[in-house]
């Protein structure tokens, strides 16, 4: 069951000692220098990200249309510093969230705060230091959102989460989009109208759209020109009820990278070029102003600018089952595989020259069966203290690392220019205790 799994990308490279380089800077060194599990992040491919994504809205759709980085998929401060400076904004779904972000430096005035259980704290918080937005998942939230306004004496942008009804095909833990979905209010029940009714009379806050997040790694446009036909619908039924027009289309994050050989790649000017077309279309023919979009991509701006470096500890042939490379990471790093079975790509990164020609599974050292990285996974032959890399881990792996059994979290460094710097360190075995007492 051999194939060229060969995923590299543009920013990876093969050295002269057969070493896997990012951006230009050997990873096989960057792991003795920095130890392992680490998290690689290419600062250039980063920012490459972003700009793309800023860039090609800004192409497309009317003036103050902008990408808001999802935090939940990366969140450290130097995210921030490098969001900002690209221009682009960012939610957030919690005050850890909305702290670091603050923290960073990063305007408030560009955050959005998201999430279906926010606190009074949380409301609090995001009302004081003058956040954007808040999108607002369900009655209860609008309520508070306004009383707290009201203390303060400001009125408080709002979008309305919509839920359009729409199942994107995609894994059903990552599908948000349906009518039963916990996150925000369908337009099937009625219970839409209902909180665009109540929020347009609701003091203290001001409605200035609709947000809809139909689900996450999509790899065409047609299920988010799904989403713009139902929510441009909805837009037009609200006019006419209601009289009011919505400024704002939120249409959520939910573009994919391809993890594993057989994955396409998103071409994402065609993707935004689709949705602006039929945005377009679908306003003429329903006489609706063009409204300004937003989009919140989270795994494809940070995804394929990481990578994951760990060390083989043991290596068990099970005669006549499977192979276990066994490395010194796993669910604590990441997560994916035992909640989702999420597929990645690994290489030994000493022997990148060398030809994936083993089948292995590739195991995490936490104690759970399905702590693993990957099974079936094609690997260079492997061998105790080697360093394997596991490709496009930039999304949901640090900002879902756990201290599970205890592990110390493992470091980000950040690549650019050819040099590595750290930008969340390494958790000691002080840190691991420090909370208790
Ligand atoms: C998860 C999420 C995103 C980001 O999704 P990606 O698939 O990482 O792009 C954006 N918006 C909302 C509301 C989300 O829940």
């Known amino acids: 069951m051999l194939h060229d799994n060969n995923m590299l990308q543009d920013n990876h490279a093969i050295n002269a000692a057969g070493h896997l380089t990012v951006a230009g800077v050997d990873t096989v060194a960057l792991a003795e220098e920095y130890g392992t599990p680490l998290y ?54 919690s005050a850890g969230e909305l702290y670091t972000a603050l923290s960073a430096g990063f305007p ?101 759209g609709f947000h809809c997040h139909i689900g996450s790694q999509i790899f065409e446009a047609a299920p988010f020109l799904d989403a713009v036909d139902i929510m441009t619908q909805y837009m037009a039924d609200i006019r006419d009820r209601l009289g009011y027009a919505a400024e704002v289309l ?31 279309e679908r306003c003429k023919a329903l006489s609706l102003p063009m409204p300004k979009v937003l989009m919140e991509p989270g795994r494809s701006i940070v995804a394929d600018a990481g990578i994951t470096l760990y060390t083989v500890q043991n290596i068990k042939v099970i005669p006549g089952y499977k192979k276990y490379v066994a490395v010194d990471g796993g669910m604590t790093d990441n997560p994916r595989y035992a909640l989702y079975g999420a597929e990645h790509t690994a290489l030994v990164a000493n022997k990148a020259a060398e030809p994936q020609d083993e089948i292995v599974t590739i195991a995490g050292r936490c104690c759970e069966s399905d702590a693993l ?51 969340v360190r390494r958790e000691t075995l002080e840190d691991v205790i420090a909370y208790d007492l």
């Open 373 to 423: 990285i990957g099974e079936n996974m094609a690997l260079q032959k492997a061998e105790v203290d080697d360093t394997i890399a596991v490709l496009v881990t930039g999304a949901y792996n640090y900002s879902m690392a756990s201290n599970y059994n205890r592990v110390p979290r493992s470091a980000v460094v950040m690549l650019k220019d050819g040099k590595a710097r750290v930008a």
């Open 108 to 208: 408030a005035s560009k955050l959005y705060f998201h999430g279906s259980a926010k606190t009074l704290a949380e409301i609090r918080m995001g009302v004081e230091a003058g956040i954007a937005c808040f999108v607002v998942d369900n009655f209860e939230e609008l309520h508070r959102i306004s009383r707290v306004a009201g203390e303060h004496g400001v009125t408080q942008n709002v979008l309305l989460r919509i839920t359009p009804g729409i199942d994107p095909h995609t894994y059903e833990a990552v599908n948000t989009g349906r009518v039963d979905s916990k996150f925000g209010v369908a337009i099937e029940t009625g219970q839409a109208f209902e909180i665009t009714q109540e929020a347009l009379e609701t003091p203290n806050v001001r409605l200035i």
């Open 40 to 93: 690689v992040m290419d600062e250039a491919r980063l920012r490459r990200n972003m700009r793309r994504y800023a860039d090609t809205m800004s192409k497309y759709f009317p003036e103050g249309s902008m990408p808001l980085m999802a935090s939940k998929a990366l969140s450290f401060r130097e995210i921030y510093r490098i969001a900002d400076d690209e221009g682009i904004g960012a939610d957030v779904v």
């Open 250 to 280: 939120n249409l959520g994050g939910g573009i994919a990278v391809p993890y594993v050989f057989r994955d396409p790649e998103v071409d994402l000017d065609a993707c935004i070029r689709d949705i602006c077309e039929h945005l377009t």
